[in-house]
Structures are given as C-alpha cells and as structure tokens.
C-alpha cells in the first residue's frame, strides 16, 4: 500500500507540472492498529467512521492495497522512501536508525511547490527532513500528556 501511495504521490506531481495552476491537495492518513475492517466505508460493521468516509467519499478510496511492513517504524520508513526496509535502512523498531537524508515523497512535493507537514506519530528518530512543519511524538509516544518535538522557530 505504502509503494503504491508512493507511486501515486510521484504520479501526481508530473501530472502537476502540467496543470500549474490547479494543484490538488493531498493528504495522507496514517494510523497505528486500524485496519480497513475498522473502517466503515470499506464496509465495517464494527466501527462508525463517518469522517473518514466523508473522505473516502470526496477522493479516493484504496480498495486493493498491500502493505510492505507491518511494523509501525519501518512502514512510515517505507511509506516516505518508497523502498523496502532493507533499501531504506529502518527495518525494526528498537535498533534501526533511521537516515532522513534519503529521498522522500516528502521532499519531492516540496520540489514541486507544496508545503509539507508531518503531524503524530513518526518513530523514525529526532531529525525530520523535507517537512515545512511538524509536531510529532517523542519515540513511541505517552498515552498521557505526550511530548511533541516542533520545529524550532
């Protein structure tokens, strides 16, 4: 699912170059634990989703997607480099380092004229690169009164 967004991201900005003028927005949802079965425009009978429907309902909806790591890490590692773990360097949790200097989607977007933000849960370490802003969790985060790292400005 990650190449794919990937690829469709990429995908998006050569059809950008051509309409200048009319860029989409884009956004990408990442979430820990939450399976398309806990979502209720995939169908779900467990969960009521509605804003992630509405969503669903006003741009794409993903209906055959994969994932290429089920670790959270090394699937955002993953998702932003469009490479395998063992291509990209993060390939477990606890031992890997992420290297942020690699090319990302993130900073392809820049390249292209958009703003950037990363908001959440990373776990990829402290250093961010091609993001405008952010405000993410330190490591792993707290369930309580968590601690966020922000540019500094």
Same mark, same amino acid.
């Given at each position: ?34 399976? #398309?079965?806990?979502? $209720?425009?995939? *169908?779900?009978?467990? &969960? =009521? ?7 669903? !309902?006003? /741009? ?5 997607? #994969?994932?290429?790591? $089920?670790?959270? *890490?090394?699937?955002? &590692? =993953? ?7 063992? !291509?990209? /360097? ?64």
């Amino acid at each position: 699912m990650y190449k794919f967004l990937t690829f469709l991201t990429l995908s998006l900005l050569s059809f950008s170059a051509l309409i200048a003028q009319q860029k989409p927005n884009i956004i990408i949802i990442v979430s820990d634990d939450h399976s #398309y079965q806990t979502i $209720s425009a995939y *169908g779900s009978k467990i &969960a =009521s989703t509605p804003n992630i429907d509405r969503i669903a !309902k006003e /741009g794409i909806l993903f209906n055959r997607a #994969y994932v290429n790591n $089920s670790l959270c *890490g090394p699937s955002r &590692a =993953s998702l932003l480099t469009g490479k395998y773990s063992h !291509k990209n /360097g993060y390939k477990e949790n606890e031992k890997s380092h992420f290297d942020h200097s690699q090319n990302s989607f993130a900073k392809e977007l820049r390249k292209a004229g958009y703003s950037t933000s990363w908001i959440g849960k990373q776990h990829l370490g402290d250093t961010l690169e091609g993001f405008d802003y952010f405000d993410v969790l330190i490591n792993q985060g707290s369930y309580f009164n968590p601690e966020f790292k922000k540019p500094k400005r």
